[in-house]
């Protein structure tokens, strides 16, 4: 399964989610790719030094006879690999205008690689640009971080209008594979009824699993780890197991489903 982590308004924690939810499932013995789509790399500043990265996204949308092995650099995390994302990759836009597949591009290039990953993760820019429009064409499924504030909803019309149409031509099979409350304040009743009321938009969408505000989440990508390892005990570790877990879960009631029908 491919599953695009989205939203574009940002802070909502969607590298957060991206970096911990993959190193999580590949905890979990799962053989894991996290795709960094964000130009601004932060997914990537996690896992590989930046400078020994040769070939990172940008290329992979661009230089159609590299080989994927160029592209994909392992981690400290055993199971779990990583395209990386450059500056670079802001470039992209501008590059792929005006091409007749342009919003095929990355879902092509997956299309070689697929089968060696139970699960591939994309982590997408703030933005519903061509990039995350090729992440919503080449994935299976959608994951919507929603941050628990008073904006939280906000732009988040423009996103589902925005995967309806992928739905309605380019990928007929994209599902919503769940809504995550993020950056949860259990101190403050504002949370409490954010939380509520994005339960009420998306029902039984919405994971259990919330999580909540923490300094050892923001702390660990500044020391190059997930959660996992640098924080083996916080409230973020345990969170984003959890969520693992659910989304695991989702994700193999999604393939039963789809085997059923294609059946």
């Known amino acids: 399964m491919i599953v695009v982590i989205a939203n574009q308004k940002g802070g909502v924690g969607k590298t957060t989610t991206a970096i ?64 990386p994302s450059k500056i670079n990759l802001a470039k992209l836009e501008t590059k792929l205008v005006g091409d007749f597949d342009a919003i095929f591009r990355l879902k092509d290039r997956l299309e070689k690689i697929r089968a060696n990953y139970d699960l591939i993760f994309i982590d997408t820019p703030p933005t ?7 992440a ?19 732009g ?16 007929p099979d994209l599902d919503l594979l769940g ?12 949370s409490k009824e954010v939380e509520a009321h994005i339960r009420k938009v998306f029902g039984e969408k919405t994971f259990k699993t919330i999580i909540t505000r923490s300094v050892r989440l923001e702390e660990s990508p500044a020391h190059k780890e997930a959660i996992f390892s640098f924080a083996p005990n916080s409230s973020g570790a345990v969170e984003y197991e959890k969520l693992s877990k659910e989304v695991l879960e989702r994700v193999q009631k999604g393939f039963a489903v789809r085997h059923q029908n294609a059946a």
């Open 20 to 83: 911990n939810l993959s190193a999580a499932c590949a905890n979990q013995g799962k053989r894991v790719l996290l795709l960094d789509l964000d130009p601004q790399g932060n997914s990537s500043l996690s896992f590989v030094d930046t400078n020994v990265i040769n070939s990172s996204a940008f290329e992979l949308f661009t230089e159609l006879q590299q080989p994927w092995e160029n592209f994909i650099y392992s981690t400290k995390i055993k199971r779990l690999d990583i395209v």
């Open 128 to 134: 519903l640009g061509l990039i995350t429009v090729n």
């Open 136 to 154: 919503l064409v080449a994935a299976t499924q959608v994951l919507i971080p929603i941050q628990s504030s008073y904006f939280a909803l906000e």
């Open 156 to 171: 988040t019309d423009d996103l589902l209008e925005t995967i309806e149409k992928v739905r309605s031509r380019p990928n």
């Open 179 to 190: 809504v995550l409350v993020t950056l949860f304040d259990k101190r403050t009743a504002l």
